[in-house]
DNA sequence: ATGAAAGCGCTAACAA
DNA sequence: TTGTTAGCGCTTTCAT
């Protein structure tokens, strides 16, 4: 391995001073053409790159961001959702030569590696309940945006699809579509995304009966258990909607093992329009890569501090209708 | 936000200097107990955390090594297996004080910016075909560990799974369970991966016909569209080993579209263990968290520079049957 | 076992 | 427009 060469050989061989090689570095005004050339190619020449810790060091910013996933199990990482979001955010960043870093340990060590300045802000998806997490790192003074609102509300900004009426929309198709026994099997009460596709169901099937209702993980192995036990206190319900595709995979596993066919018995209808099935489901749609690089914008943004930006932003959601519904 | 503490305050605090402290902190040796106890005291009053930039600048270490996805395209992200190997370099990760720092790019800045020192070593996963990044990066002298076999071959040590034998094994079982006219869908050519499990499939197909392969690029619209263009060729086939579940799923889809029964018409193995299907699949199980942790064993080792290291590590993979085949 | 002092490679304030 | 200078907060010899 060659000796990497510092800002000092640079400057010596372009025959300017460390500051203006600096400057031409960081785009800075005040620099003449020549200059700026001559650097340009000695740079190139020497193939040169920064130290990226003497520059946060000098600079007092890290160039990274945190990606956190506030949930120990890593169960997220298995979700086409968090795939979409984290292929949103890489996009969003190209350019801003800033590095992600990926954590997904306990609040306590997140924490205090956050709030201790090795990063410029920090994104946290899939935090659930009251996660003291936010507010920590927002009273910390570390520029951060929640993926998902977080129910704590508070000031923290965040960026979230519109659960809701996504859902609402889904049920009734159900309804639309002449089901009469209409179940959901429901995401965590802790998380708003859980609590908003519930609201959703119950809302378009308001002056029906709404107590059939499970509640999954949003594993497959969650949405199947949900549906078993749909299946054994109604054995005639005749649709689901489960508030999330991966769980909908489960749930169409067991409807296939109790001989249930779809959707002529039982129609169902997912959330996400992550995942290839059989048969393939009718969903709801979200576009999660742009979620990813709304959510990126807007830390990027609060980084630079920027004035006059929304608090939140909610992204809309469409019905796909496939075979499932 | 409060000004956080540097190691000054915390050697006064503790009535020592800051080399102590320091050595406390890495845990060097030569260090009263007295002394640590009392550095250990203030770093909890003070909540002390270093600061990672300082500490790589003088330590000539970055404290941080990249996962590399060496694919523009970022399908990977989608792949439950990778969700399955994060999860493992996680675990493994935990209690080194080393962070993960996620690239994407292409291998003009990736290669770059990682030879330029900002990270102590690379995992590389996914890597297609002859890959330069590989080289690029072990020839500068960067310790790197890929995530299944580099095609390219040369000095890189790597973590795989035993795709042929579990290939072997999937067909094998097609076979015994009487199929006649069994055909596979395969993964990239340009990928080990893909080369070693159609080789199994070859290997265990021997003395028969082995022409009806068909090509897929591990999504489920590849696996859909080779299963379709198979179908076209032996309308009687009635067996494939898709050489990935999340192919399968695409597979699985057209199948039940043409009117074939699973397994009753065609029986489908696939690969991975690592989605919900239906059927449930037959599949080759491989431990893609164990893949994950290996590999961050093997980089960490690397960069200690302990010495007899195994230049490669190949995990066991098992048949799951299940009601597919 | 401990402390003093010299950088690590850059940025930024200031001077010219 | 450019150069000079002083740190940024640590680790690491080298003394003691």
């Known amino acids: 391995m060659t000796r990497r060469p510092g800002i000092d050989e640079v400057?010596?061989?372009?025959?300017?001073?460390?500051?203006?090689?600096?400057r031409v570095l960081?785009?800075?005004?005040?620099?003449?053409?020549?200059?700026?050339?001559?650097?340009?190619?000695?740079?190139?020449?020497?193939?040169?790159?920064?130290n990226q810790a003497a520059r946060s060091l000098a600079g007092h910013r890290a160039n990274a961001i945190a990606l956190v996933v506030s949930e120990p199990s890593g169960r997220v990482l298995a979700d086409p959702f968090f795939a979409g979001v984290m292929r949103g955010v890489h996009a969003e960043l190209a350019g801003h030569r800033t590095q992600l870093v990926l954590m997904m340990s306990q609040p306590g060590d997140v924490g205090s590696y956050l709030t201790g300045g090795h990063v410029d802000g920090a994104l946290v998806i899939s935090s659930h309940g009251h996660d003291p997490l936010l507010?920590?790192?927002h009273d910390n003074g570390l520029p951060v945006v929640a993926g998902g609102r977080p129910l704590a509300g508070g000031p923290v900004p965040y960026v979230d699809?519109?659960?809701?009426?996504?859902?609402?929309?889904?049920?009734?198709?159900?309804?639309?579509s002449g089901r009469k026994r209409i179940a959901t099997i429901a995401g965590p009460v802790d998380m708003a995304v859980g609590l908003d596709r519930l609201s959703g169901w119950?809302?378009?099937?308001?002056?029906?009966?709404?107590?059939?209702?499970?509640?999954?993980?949003?594993?497959?192995?969650?949405?199947?258990?949900a549906m078993t036990s749909l299946l054994t206190r109604e054995p005639s319900l005749d649709g689901v909607f489960v508030a999330a595709d991966i769980m909908a995979l489960g749930a169409l596993q067991v409807l296939h093992a109790a001989g249930r066919?779809?959707?002529d018995d039982v129609a169902v209808v997912g959330f996400d329009d992550s995942v290839p099935a059989v048969p393939p489901l009718?969903?709801?749609?979200?576009?999660?890569?742009?979620?990813?690089?709304?959510?990126?914008?807007?830390?990027?943004?609060?980084?630079?501090?920027?004035e006059g930006l929304p608090p939140s932003?909610?992204?809309?959601t469409s019905l796909v209708v496939r075979t499932s519904a």
Chains 1, 2 share one sequence.
Do not use: C
């Open 11 to 22: 400057a010596r061989l372009a025959g300017v001073s460390k500051s203006t090689v600096s």
């Open 26 to 50: 960081n785009g800075a005004p005040h620099v003449s053409t020549r200059a700026r050339e001559a650097v340009r190619r000695a740079v190139i020449q020497l193939d040169y790159t920064p």
């Open 135 to 137: 507010s920590l790192l």
């Open 161 to 176: 699809s519109d659960n809701f009426t996504g859902a609402v929309e889904a049920t009734q198709h159900l309804i639309s």
């Open 202 to 225: 119950r809302r378009a099937m308001s002056g029906q009966r709404t107590d059939l209702v499970a509640y999954g993980d949003f594993t497959p192995e969650g949405g199947a258990s």
């Open 261 to 263: 066919r779809v959707p």
């Open 282 to 306: 009718t969903t709801v749609k979200q576009d999660v890569e742009r979620f990813g690089r709304m959510l990126t914008w807007r830390l990027l943004a609060e980084i630079e501090g920027e």
């Open 313 to 316: 932003v909610l992204l809309p």
